[in-house]
């Protein structure tokens, strides 16, 4: 049969029902409806932003704003697909600068809903209005020339009942609108935001200064209370905002909201970097939550990758992870600088950024009750002048961090905080006042946690000394992990652990690092095939160090069941101190329970009293 004769397959698709498919990308629900105008409105410099919503927006999203409004004349083509005012060519697409700039978010809401739109501008004396049904306009009528604009959405899915089935429930749709709303009010703090649901107030943030001042009026101040402030930049990138401290972090991942050149987006570049900056700090199960801003360079950022514009694309996707990791570890320094510096008004010198070359520790060995030569510190000073700000700008293209820092802060002391140790729980838990707060704390994750900052600096400084055992232990193995083993041995011997091959497949511990005492060889090497298993699939060096420190410290540590007399309780809480009074081991688990002198007189009913 000729081809010409069979029926064509291929046609071109009808108006609307491009328009739906278009929608369907664009406005999922009707939390969609309010970003979109909301992001009309900032561009337009509104600086009062009102948002009536009724049964969960199905019924009527009312945005209303005091912007530049929109001409008579270009009002019917505001409503055209990819019509918009904020691009004149595709070189402006290296260099978006505005929220919206597709020109799809107008034609695809009115192609589903009803719409009203009453506008103004400022030089206009008789207002405009716009209606549309299914994306048809009609006539423009006169209006109020009351500057600015508004939209109303009513019907929302009326001609997709699909759509419309797959919604939720009002409260959850109402849920999701709030969150719009919040996230507008937090990327600009400038602009007064009003939401009401029904008639009733929901949100009303009126125009502030200052990031912090925002974040305030949406999370409150229990939030604020428990974070801690983030700051840092390098060339054309900076970031600064807040993070929950390491003591109160949970489960949950709310909030935890990034907003890009004012953008609410998502991004697993950042996200990775914020959980590294963490790193041993974070509690095991918990999830860091934070609410943080970066600024770019507008032609260093990709922001046409998602038809809602939820994620972006950085070009210098390296020196972003650096910066926000090592602003994170800054904000941590200082937080525990601020933990240590409030135990006592007096006992406590100035804390200092980095390790005097010429520092010296002292250790103890619980396990063995001998002291041991500590693990001597970095050799460059590593303080920063004035500022609490991080700055990578000195790191130039090829020069990668070999050696990155779990904390950025190190901690001495003039003389021995106010510690009265009181005795111990079970054999497990230690009793003692910690300058005005009683604490409960956990001798083996605090002793560990001691050894694992001390290992830690010692590898930052390429150097942990090994301590010979008189004899060494053989271990056998498989073929095959005596193999792996081995295949590290270089690297093992870095962090102060020598291994030798001992017979066909064994192998045996020669050595260990200074301070650790006495370590069960077997189960420590079982803990260390799991960590050198995951080394090829480690994204950085620090991955693959930090697990075997970690293992070595857990091992050298004391352990629960073992009976201290007062000193030696004195000299662990010393030193857990000396470190910063570090709230979790290195693999998560919390060292201590801490009651203030106000949080006990809470418990005991003594507030108020005279």
């Known amino acids: 049969m000729p081809a010409a004769s069979c029926s064509a397959k291929i046609h071109i698709l009808p108006g609307d029902v491009v328009s739906r498919i278009a ?19 900032l561009d337009a410099g509104a600086l009062h932003i009102t948002i009536e919503v ?13 912007g530049e409004g929109i001409n008579r004349t270009d009002l019917p083509l505001a409503f055209e697909r990819h019509a918009t ?10 260099s978006v600068t505005t ?45 109020p020339p009351v500057p600015g604009t508004r939209i109303d959405v009513s019907n929302l899915f009326f001609n997709q009942p699909a759509r419309k089935k797959f919604l939720k429930s009002t409260t959850t749709e109402f849920s999701h609108i709030s969150h719009a709303v919040q996230l507008a009010g937090l990327a600009w703090p400038s602009v007064h935001f009003r939401l009401t649901h029904n008639g009733q107030e929901v949100l009303n943030y009126p125009a502030v200064t200052a990031d912090r001042d925002r974040i305030l009026q949406v999370f409150r101040q229990g939030f604020l209370d428990r974070t801690i402030e983030v700051r840092g930049r390098t060339g054309g990138l900076s970031i600064r905002g807040v993070m929950v401290d390491p003591i109160h972090a949970r489960s949950s991942k709310l909030p935890q909201e990034l907003f890009v050149n004012r953008r609410p987006v998502r991004n697993a570049t950042v996200f990775h970097a914020v959980m590294e900056g963490y790193g041993s700090f974070l509690p095991k199960g918990s999830r860091p939550t934070f609410v943080l801003f ?9 922001v ?28 941590l320094g200082g937080f525990e600088q601020k933990v240590l510096s409030g135990l006592t008004p007096s006992g406590l010198s100035q804390t200092v950024q980095g390790f005097s070359p010429t520092a010296e520790r002292r250790t103890s060995s619980f396990l063995d009750s001998q002291r041991a030569a500590s693990i001597s510190a970095p050799g460059q000073d590593s303080r920063t002048s004035g500022s609490d ?16 820092h779990e904390t950025a802060t190190a901690y001495r002391l003039a003389e021995k905080p106010d510690i009265m140790p009181f005795g111990q729980i079970l054999r497990t838990y230690l009793v003692a006042q910690v300058g005005g707060e009683l604490q409960v704390i956990d001798q083996h994750t605090a002793h560990e946690r001691v050894l694992f900052q001390r290992l830690w600096r010692g590898w930052q400084s390429r150097d942990i000394p090994s301590q010979p055992l008189l004899i060494p232990e053989p271990i056998e193995l498989s073929a095959a992990q005596s193999m792996l083993l081995l295949k590290y041995r270089d690297d093992l011997e870095k962090l102060g652990l ?28 079982q803990d260390l095939l799991d960590d050198v298993t995951e080394w090829d699939s480690a994204s950085s060096l620090e991955l693959r160090v930090q697990p075997i420190l970690a293992s070595l410290a857990c091992h050298g540590a004391v352990r629960a069941g073992r009976a201290l007399a007062l000193p030696e309780i004195q000299q662990l809480i010393h030193d857990w101190v000396q470190e910063g009074l570090i709230m979790t081991c290195p693999h998560g688990r919390r060292t201590a329970f801490r009651l203030s002198t106000n949080e006990l007189a809470k418990l005991f009913g003594r507030v108020g009293w005279t």
Do not use: C, W, Y
């Open 304 to 331: 046409n990758v998602h038809p809602t514009k939820k994620e972006v694309r950085f070009a210098e996707t390296e020196a972003l992870h650096q910066l926000v990791r090592q602003s994170v570890r800054h904000a």
């Open 23 to 41: 929608a369907g990308e664009v406005v999922e629900r009707p939390a969609a409806v309010v970003k979109e105008l909301l992001e009309n409105s």
């Open 85 to 94: 005012s904020k691009l004149r060519s595709d070189r402006d697409l290296a």
């Open 54 to 66: 009724k049964d969960g927006g199905l019924a009527l999203i009312r945005v209303s704003d005091d």
């Open 294 to 302: 970066l600024d770019i360079e507008p032609d260093q950022l990709d």
């Open 389 to 404: 700000m991080v700055s990578l700008s000195g790191i130039a293209e090829g020069s990668q961090l070999a050696f990155a």
């Open 99 to 143: 929220m919206g700039f597709r020109g799809e978010a107008l034609p695809s809401i009115a192609s589903v809903s009803h719409v009203l739109v009453t506008t103004a501008t400022r030089q206009d004396t008789v207002g405009s209005q716009f209606t549309l049904v299914a994306g048809a306009g009609s006539a423009i009528v006169d209006a």
């Open 498 to 525: 020598l291994i030798e091959p001992f017979g066909a497949s064994a192998i045996a511990i020669r050595g260990v690092p200074v301070g650790l005492g006495k370590v069960d060889a077997a189960v420590l090497v």
